[in-house]
């Protein structure tokens, strides 16, 4: 604990660094806010009781999982119909199909290897692709607010303007646009000036907002069957902790493969002659290398089979894949998540790559030679680990079915329980320790450079 309270002084300490950290809570804090202002055209009063009023009346209760899952990463700005309802996730889409694109698009490769230049003309394509996807959820979004709701006549107090108006529709795509472009500037802005990487942190924080609430609602639920309750809720709290740690190994799990770099060194005593010397490293492999993109993979995916239910409304199985709960989602949601994990790893994974670069740089694996036995052996070892891999990620992303309703009550609160919101959060945050822990270190080095320099400096 006194480690902890040091390492908390040094922080402190470091003027660049405390800045770094005030600057990214309050970039939070204005993204926190937005999300709380909600459009011209709804009346924020009515908004905030509409969910939980359409479900108690029956409605889609099979739907309010999915609108409760893309709440989640907004903070509930989604469902509080706010300026920042699409939040950070069409900045999300576009970077993912820059990437894929990056794939087959011949230009796009020449800028991934331009360095800077190349990256900065990328970052340039993803904003203005970013926009386009804005377009295009935000009258989705419009859609799915206006149809949930307006067939309800005790709901029409929500709307100062009428909801299949021009006036409701052209302002409200262009304030949501801007919103979610707002929201873009913002995480851009924490990755300049700020602590790590700002679009994973206001996903996070967005993430992290709905947390005491939801354990709030499941206390709530579970104290009220009485001293079983509590004792419940403690078993909820050990079990969620357990759950986080074995997130925090898939995020941080790696197989080492044994590199020997051989140099040439010139012996000692003057001689001429060389001496091949070697240095040993690793080349560390992911388990789980595709990280929680498989999972943003299959749930986007996962939309289709729930349009299928308007084809055949009384079909009872297909109801089951609009329900993130049923066991029909969550069978399919497992299998694209393994084949997901697969196809993402092969895309990042430059196996070729790599086995060209330690044949240049005069590196080797043992017993294996240079060349494309090299880049086999990599892919071979990578197929390996990518499969358990990919099976404890579908595990985790399905583990909020396993638990919900066996011990863990709430919708919400079982969400927290694996999948793409647990990952997140401890992937952003092992991501900003590394980042603090990389200032402190560089800081104690350029303390003792400093203080040997003076000592020089006075000697002579």
Not at 120 to 145: D, K
Not at 403 to 414: I, L
């Amino acid at each position: 604990m006194k480690e902890f309270i040091q390492t908390l002084k040094n922080i402190w300490s470091l003027k660049e660094l405390r800045e770094k950290i005030m600057f990214t809570l309050g970039i939070i804090l204005v993204y926190r806010f937005a999300s709380y202002i909600s459009l011209p055209a709804i009346n924020m009063a009515e908004v905030g009781n509409l969910l939980d009023i359409y479900k108690d009346q029956g409605g889609n209760k099979q739907g309010a999982g999915l609108l409760g899952l893309l709440s989640s990463f907004t903070g509930g700005a989604f469902s509080r119909a706010s300026i920042m309802a699409l939040g950070i996730m069409p900045y999300i889409s576009a970077s993912i199909i820059v990437q894929l694109m990056g794939m087959a698009i011949p230009y796009l490769q020449k800028l991934q290897k331009d360095g800077e230049s190349g990256r900065n003309t990328l970052n340039q394509i993803t904003r203005w692709l970013t926009i386009a996807v804005c377009l295009v959820q935000a009258p989705s979004y419009l859609t799915s607010i206006t149809q949930m709701f307006l067939p309800h006549a005790q709901f029409a107090s929500a709307y100062y303007v009428h909801p299949q108006s021009v006036m409701f529709w052209l302002p409200s795509i262009v304030i949501l646009v801007a919103g979610s472009v707002f929201a873009m500037w913002l995480g851009e802005k924490i990755t300049d000036k700020g602590i790590g990487n700002g679009i994973s942190i206001l996903i996070m924080v967005g993430i992290l907002a709905d947390f005491p609430g939801a354990f709030i609602q499941e206390v709530a639920t579970q104290t009220g069957k009485g001293g079983f309750g509590a004792i419940m809720i403690l078993i909820e709290v050990l079990f969620w902790m357990v759950v986080v740690l074995l997130a925090i190994v898939l995020s941080v799990a790696v197989r080492k493969i044994p590199i020997q770099y051989v140099s040439r060194a010139q012996a000692r005593g003057g001689s001429n002659r060389n001496l091949m010397q070697g240095a040993r490293q690793w080349i560390p492999l992911k388990v789980n290398a595709s990280g929680v993109m498989p999972i943003i993979f299959a749930q986007a995916l996962m939309f289709v089979p729930g349009l299928l239910t308007k084809v055949d409304e009384s079909n009872t199985f297909l109801a089951g894949f609009k329900n993130v709960f049923s066991w029909q989602y969550n069978v399919l949601f497992a299998i694209l998540i393994i084949i997901f994990s697969f196809f993402y790893t092969a895309i990042t994974i430059p196996v070729n790559q790599m086995a060209d670069d330690l044949k240049r740089n005069g590196g080797l694996i043992p017993k294996v030679r240079p060349g494309k036995e090299t880049s086999d052996y990599l892919d071979d070892i990578l197929s390996k680990i990518t499969l358990p891999g990919s099976m404890f990620l579908a595990i985790f992303a399905i583990l909020p079915a396993l638990v919900h309703g066996v011990f863990v009550q709430t919708d919400r609160f079982a969400l927290f329980f694996g999948g793409t919101s647990l990952l997140i959060m401890v992937g952003v945050i092992l991501d900003t320790v590394q980042q603090i822990n990389t200032y402190l270190l560089n800081h104690h080095y350029d303390g003792l450079m400093q203080s040997k320099l003076s000592r020089t400096s006075n000697n002579q």
